[in-house]
C-alpha cells in the first residue's frame, strides 16, 4: 500500500473518522525508533499506539495499532497516523514551508526541513495557529479535489526520502501534563474540583467514598453498591453486552480495594471483598450478555487475587485465621451455583491448597475433594474433566505431603485421564525410558481415537522417544503419517532422515499420496516451493487460478505468460462474482498485485477490458480509476 493512495484501501466510514481525528490534532509524537519504522501516539477515548512500517519508495508494508478495533483490516487511528505522515510531502509539494501552517520544528532535530519530516509531522500547531478546525477541513478537502499531476510528481519523488528522522519530542504546552498541574494547586482548589466532578458525575463520588470513607461493615457496602450497578444495567431482567462494562464497575472498585488489602497486609479483608465479588459475577453470566469478556474477567481477577491472597495468607496469618478463611473458600467452591462452571470451583479450591499445610485443614480439603468425586458420573465431558481436575488437586497434595513414589501410584492409577496419561509420559522420558512412554503413547492413540488433538499429542511424544532410542526406521514411519495429515514441521524432520539419493523417490511418494486426498492441503503448496517443483506447481494454480495471488513470485522468471493468464482468468472470475463497493475494491487489489508481478501494460489492458464488461457497475469503475 502507498502512503500517497492509502485511501483506497480504507472503508469510508473508518476513513472519514481518521480524517477528523487528523484535523483535530490527535496525532501525538512520531518516533522513528529504527529505519522505515515509525511509533506514534494517538489520542482518543484512550491513547493508543500505532506503528508503520514504511520503505523509502513510499509503501506502507506493515501497520499495526493496539486498539482493540478488529471489524476490517485498518482503523481510524491508522487512518488519522496516514494523514499525518502525508502532510509534509503535500506541504513541500506546495512550495509552503512548515510556519506558513502554523508549525514549528522541535529544536535538536535535524535541521533542515528536506530530512526532518518526521520532525515536522512531530511538532503540534500552536494555540494561535491560523487554521482552525474547519480552514483544515477545507484543505483536505481541496487537496484531494485539485490536486495536480505537479503535486503528485512531487509527492511520487519524496515519499519514502522525507519521512524519516530520529526521535522527537512533543512540546509540552500542546499536551499538559496532569500531574504537573494538580500538584502546582492548592488543597482548597482540588478540593472545589473533586467535589465539582463528583457532583457531575455520581459514580465517581460513589467510588471515591467506597475507597476513602471507613466503614464498618465494607463487606455489606460492597455487596449493595454491587447490586446497584448490575441494577442500573439490567433492562427487563437481562444485561445487554453494551451494558456489561457498566454493570461489573461495583464489582471492579471492589477488586480494587482488595487489591489495595493485599499491598497493605490486610489479607483477610482482601479475601473478603474478593468472595462478594466471586458469587455475584457467576450469578451474572445466567443473565448477561457476555460477549465483550467483562464479566468473565472479574470472575478471573476474582480468582487471581484469591489466590495471591490465600498464598501471603499461608505464611502471614496464624492458625485460627487460616482456618477461618478455609473455611469461607470451601463453603463458597461447594455451592450449587458453580455446578455449571466447575472451572471456577476448582481454582477455588485450588487456592485452599495453600493452607493445607496444617494436617486439620488438609484432611477436610481431602475429604472434599473425596466427596466431590462421589457425586460426579463420568456421563458428560465437562462431568470428565472436572473428576480430572479433582485428580490433579489429589495429586497435587500427595506430591507435597506422601513423596514421589506415592505420586508416580497414583498417576498410574489415574492413567485414564489424559492429562495424566502426559505426565506420566514425560516423566518416563525424564528418567530415560522411551520403550515404557512408546507403550503408553500407542495405549492412548487408541483410547482416545476419536479425538485428533490427543492422538497427534501421543504421536508427538512417540516421536521424542523414538529420536531417544535412535530408532530412525520408526521416525521414518510416523514422520510420513504426520506430513500426510497435513503437518509441515514432520516433512522437515522427515527429510532429514532421507540421504540425497533416497529423497527423491520418498518426495515423489508423499506427493503422491496429497495428490489423491479429496481436498488438497496447505503442505503440499509449501512442499513444491521448499523442493523447487515450480512445473507441478504451475499445474495446481491452473486448477486453483485464486492461488496465484500468493505463489506467483516463484513462478515469474519461468512462466511469465502463463502468470498473466492465470492472474487475468482469477481477476475477471472475482469480477463478474463481485457485488458492492468493498467487493470491487478487494478486485482491486488483486489487479494491484498483477501490476507488481506482470508490469503496468498488462495491468492497464485488463483493466481496459474489464471496464468494457463492467460498464454499467459505475462503483467498479471509480474503484479501478483509483489505480496507480
Known amino acids: 500500500m502507498k502512503l500517497e493512495n492509502f485511501e483506497n484501501y ?59 478495533y478488529d471489524f476490517s483490516e485498518f482503523c481510524k487511528h491508522q487512518a488519522a497516523v496516514f494523514f499525518a505522515l502525508r502532510d509534509f510531502i503535500d506541504v513541500k509539494a506546495a512550495g509552503e514551508t512548515t510556519e506558513d501552517l502554523g508549525y514549528v520544528l522541535i529544536p535538536g532535530s535535524e535541521a533542515d526541513e528536506e530530512g526532518a519530516a518526521a520532525a515536522f509531522l512531530n511538532a503540534r500547531r500552536e494555540p494561535g495557529a491560523a487554521e482552525d478546525a474547519e480552514a483544515g477541513k477545507k484543505e483536505e478537502a481541496d487537496r484531494s479535489k485539485d490536486a495536480g499531476k505537479k503535486e503528485e510528481a512531487a509527492r511520487n519523488k519524496n515519499t519514502g526520502k522525507k519521512a524519516r528522522a530520529g526521535l522527537v519530542k512533543k512540546k509540552a504546552a500542546i499536551k499538559p501534563d496532569l500531574p504537573s498541574i494538580l500538584s502546582n494547586l492548592g488543597k482548597e482548589e482540588l478540593i472545589s474540583i473533586i467535589l465539582a466532578f463528583s457532583k457531575a458525575h455520581p459514580d465517581i463520588e460513589k467510588s471515591l467514598l467506597f475507597k476513602y470513607a471507613p466503614v464498618e461493615d465494607e463487606v455489606a457496602v460492597s455487596k449493595k453498591m454491587i447490586r446497584e450497578y448490575i441494577n442500573k444495567a439490567k433492562r427487563q431482567g437481562f444485561i445487554d453486552w453494551r451494558n456489561a462494562d457498566y454493570a461489573v464497575t461495583g464489582a471492579d472498585i471492589t477488586l480494587d480495594k482488595a487489591e489495595d488489602r493485599i499491598e497493605d497486609g490486610e489479607i483477610e479483608s482482601a479475601i473478603k471483598l474478593c468472595l462478594v465479588v466471586l458469587p455475584i459475577a457467576t450469578t451474572m453470566l445466567n443473565y448477561t450478555d457476555d460477549s465483550n469478556g467483562s464479566v468473565g474477567d472479574v470472575i478471573r481477577r476474582s480468582l487471581h487475587l484469591i489466590d495471591t491472597a490465600a498464598s501471603e495468607a499461608a505464611g502471614k496469618l496464624d492458625a485460627k485465621k487460616q482456618a477461618r478463611l478455609f473455611g469461607m473458600m470451601v463453603k463458597e467452591a461447594k455451592h450449587a451455583r458453580y455446578d455449571g462452571w466447575s472451572d471456577k470451583r476448582i481454582d477455588l479450591l485450588e487456592s485452599c491448597l495453600y493452607f493445607a499445610e496444617d494436617p486439620a485443614l488438609r484432611s477436610k480439603l481431602k475429604d472434599q475433594l473425596g466427596k466431590m468425586l462421589e457425586q460426579t458420573s463420568e456421563g458428560s465431558w465437562n462431568d470428565r474433566y472436572s473428576i480430572s481436575e479433582i485428580r490433579l488437586l489429589q495429586l497435587n497434595m500427595i506430591e507435597r505431603f506422601e513423596g514421589a513414589e506415592e505420586a508416580w501410584r497414583f498417576i498410574q492409577d489415574n492413567i485414564q485421564h489424559s492429562k495424566f496419561r502426559e505426565l506420566a509420559i514425560k516423566k518416563l522420558l525424564e528418567k530415560g525410558k522411551p520403550e515404557e512412554a512408546v507403550a503408553l503413547c500407542i495405549e492412548g492413540e487408541a483410547v482416545n481415537e476419536g479425538w485428533r488433538g490427543l492422538v497427534s499429542q501421543w504421536e508427538d511424544f512417540r516421536y521424542q522417544a523414538y529420536e531417544m532410542m535412535g530408532d530412525a526406521a520408526s521416525q521414518r514411519e510416523l514422520a510420513t503419517k504426520k506430513v500426510c495429515e497435513g503437518e509441515l514441521t514432520y516433512f522437515y524432520k522427515l527429510k532429514e532422515l532421507y540421504g540425497r539419493d533416497e529423497w527423491n523417490s520418498k518426495l515423489h511418494e508423499i506427493l503422491e499420496v496429497l495428490e489423491k486426498q479429496k481436498f488438497i492441503q496447505d503442505i503440499y503448496l509449501e512442499i513444491l516451493i521448499h523442493e523447487d517443483l515450480n512445473e507441478k506447481l504451475l499445474s495446481y494454480v491452473k486448477m486453483e487460478p485464486r492461488v496465484i495471488e ?77 489505480i496507480k
Open 10 to 68: 480504507f472503508n469510508d466510514v473508518i476513513l472519514a473518522r481518521g480524517r477528523e481525528y487528523y484535523w483535530q490534532d490527535r496525532v501525538m509524537n512520531i518516533v522513528e525508533s529504527e529505519p522505515d519504522l515509525f511509533i506514534t501516539e494517538v489520542e482518543g477515548s484512550e491513547d493508543y499506539t500505532v506503528s508503520v512500517r514504511m520503505n523509502e519508495a513510499g509503501i506502507i508494508t506493515r501497520s499495526h495499532c493496539d486498539c482493540p
Open 550 to 626: 500468493t505463489v506467483y513470485p516463484y513462478l515469474i522468471d519461468d512462466y511469465r505468460n502463463q502468470v498473466e493468464e492465470l492472474f487475468c482468468l482469477h481477476i475477471e472470475g472475482e469480477a463478474e462474482a463481485a457485488g458492492g463497493r468493498p467487493a470491487y475494491k478487494k478486485v482491486c487489489q488483486i489487479i494491484r498485485k498483477f501490476k507488481k508481478a506482470c508490469g503496468g501494460d498488462a495491468a492497464a489492458g485488463l483493466v481496459s477490458d474489464l471496464t468494457k464488461a463492467h460498464a454499467r457497475r459505475p462503483a467498479f469503475l471509480d474503484e479501478m480509476e483509483k
